[in-house]
């Protein structure tokens, strides 16, 4: 097997259940139901082959990792074989007795998502009445316990112009890092881009306001901000580069190199049921495939930045292409960079409302869904 450093991380996704529906999901399109969930056992056994392969953390994932009544006990194995641990979450189910067991079991650090500053906006998206009320009564729980808290705000064009009020919103709630991350388009977010892709003027106009902020908050608060793709010129170099530093384990067992990865249709990814961590990691096709740079075709093959971005998403290549190993579209050496205009194009008219799923994969259109305050310019 070939020789290659350990994840830096692995995702632990242990359950694809969630009280929320936000259209922008990064679950995949079939969700798994909780039947083929895997048990607490061996979920331990992953976090000990984590820990024994040099992984520094675990994010515990979803879905709602809340749902699981034993992520305390999963949270404590993790902490007592020496992981960092993260519990991301959407913060509604965070009552003041699941924080005080996630503290008494050694978490470390907890990301509360939200979908706007503005209330009625944030339940719209989530598809759930007081949501954005209950998360910013969980965020003060996580404070209280003196945890470090990280809030992560999703954007897109139906919010981007509050902007301002998202960051306000993530000082007053004392977090000590926000991430700011547009919406990426694989997966169920693909059926929404229309509705939510920005025009290139509300990005520019976001990303002044977000730069201010940085400086304006420095050594108070942590700014990341991710920028849409579709807007860039240069990809990402998504999760730092295929089945290099993170492994997502789905709530069946399935390993992966990044979330999105069973969109490309040509993959077959092993279990953890049946397959040791450390195997999958070094020896599995599906984690082999894209790794590196042997893979490559043209222009990426002989591009200086080959091994900085790794030719950009191999998921955003297929969702825009068909094909998997073509350089990232949006690149602008890519031969596919016209890929693109179809969704510019979009961004600029009327969104037209947003389609929302259940778990079972049924697909609810409601039916006030007007668009929220959107102008396009
Ligand atoms: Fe990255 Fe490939 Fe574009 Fe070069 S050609 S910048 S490696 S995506
Ligand atoms: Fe899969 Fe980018 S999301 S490689």
Request: contains cysteine.
């Amino acid at each position: 097997m070939p020789e290659v450093d350990p994840p830096l991380a692995i995702v632990a996704e242990l359950t694809h259940r969630c009280p929320l529906q936000c259209p922008y999901c990064s679950n995949p399109l079939e969700l798994e139901p909780g039947r083929d969930e895997l048990d607490t056992d061996t979920w331990r056994r992953v976090l000990d082959q984590a820990a024994g392969m040099g992984v520094l953390q675990v994010q515990f994932s979803g879905g709602e990792p809340l749902v699981r009544r034993d992520l305390e006990d999963l949270v404590g194995h993790a902490a007592r074989a020496g992981l960092y641990t993260t519990l991301i979450t959407s913060g509604v189910t965070l009552s003041d007795t699941r924080v005080d067991a996630l503290v008494e079991a050694g978490i470390d650090h907890v990301l509360i998502s939200f979908q706007d500053a503005n209330a009625d906006a944030g339940d719209y998206v989530a598809g759930y009445d007081g949501a954005h009320r209950i998360k910013c009564e969980a965020a003060a729980r996580v404070r209280d316990r003196g945890l470090p808290l990280t809030i992560n705000a999703v954007m897109h064009r139906q919010n981007l112009a509050r902007m301002p009020e998202v960051i306000a919103q993530a000082v007053e709630l004392g977090a000590g890092r926000l991430e700011i991350a547009h919406v990426q388009y694989y997966g169920w977010a693909m059926a929404n881009r229309d509705a939510l892709l920005p025009t290139r003027e509300q990005l520019d106009e976001a990303t002044a306001i977000v730069e201010a902020a940085r400086e304006r908050l420095r050594g108070q608060l942590v700014v990341d901000y991710v920028m849409p793709d579709y807007h860039a010129m240069l990809p990402r170099a998504c999760m730092g580069g295929w089945a290099r530093r993170f492994l997502s384990v789905t709530p069946s067992g399935k390993a992966l190199p990044c979330q999105a990865a069973e969109t490309i249709p040509s993959l077959s990814f092993p279990s953890v049921r049946t397959t040791s961590l450390d195997a999958i990691w070094r020896g599995s096709e599906a984690f082999n495939r894209y790794r590196g740079t042997g893979w490559m075709m043209e222009p990426c093959r002989s591009c200086d930045r080959r091994e900085i971005d790794w030719g950009g998403c191999r998921c955003q290549a297929f969702a825009l292409t068909g094909n998997p190993r073509v350089a990232d579209p949006v690149c602008h050496l890519a031969p596919d960079h016209g890929a693109l205009e179809p969704a510019l194009r979009a961004a600029r008219a009327v969104p037209p409302p947003l389609v929302y799923r259940r778990l079972g994969g049924t697909i609810v259109v409601p039916e006030d869904a007007a668009p929220l305050s959107v102008t396009p310019s």
